[in-house]
């Protein structure tokens, strides 16, 4: 089973930039669809981005649209976030998960079968 190691947390002001990476190991990384989640003090974890197996197809929640990217190197075992214009809402802990499929159209946690410990992201207002 893979195990995922996220890193790029911290805190940044309102309207600013962070670039979160995800490395795997000990698994076939390039098989399956990668995403990311978040989740906020006294919610449930949410779904953010999630992208393919090869990398060619993306899918964001609504509230991340245009402002976060979500991109994968096969070679380097890696999946990044990288998040503009961030705002306080956007504060919470993320997590990479690999996915059960190789497609992206799937955002429930059940469909996950790895997850990393979390990286937190904290904006300030």
């Known amino acids: 089973q893979v195990q995922l190691v996220e890193s790029g947390g911290g805190l940044v002001q309102d309207g600013g930039s962070l670039r979160l990476s995800c490395a795997a190991s000990?698994?076939?990384?390039?098989?399956?669809?990668m995403a990311w989640f978040r989740q906020a003090p006294g919610k449930e974890r949410e779904f953010v981005a999630a992208i393919n197996h090869g990398g060619a197809s993306t899918v964001y929640r609504n509230s991340v649209q245009g402002r976060f990217t979500i991109s994968r190197d096969n070679g380097r075992n890696t999946v990044y976030l990288q998040m503009n214009s961030l705002k306080p809402e956007d504060t919470a802990v993320y997590y990479c998960a690999e996915s059960t499929y190789f497609s992206v159209n799937h955002y429930s946690t059940q469909d996950f079968q790895s997850w990393g410990q979390g990286t937190q992201v904290t904006v300030s207002s």
């Open positions: 000990g698994g076939t990384f390039s098989t399956y669809a």
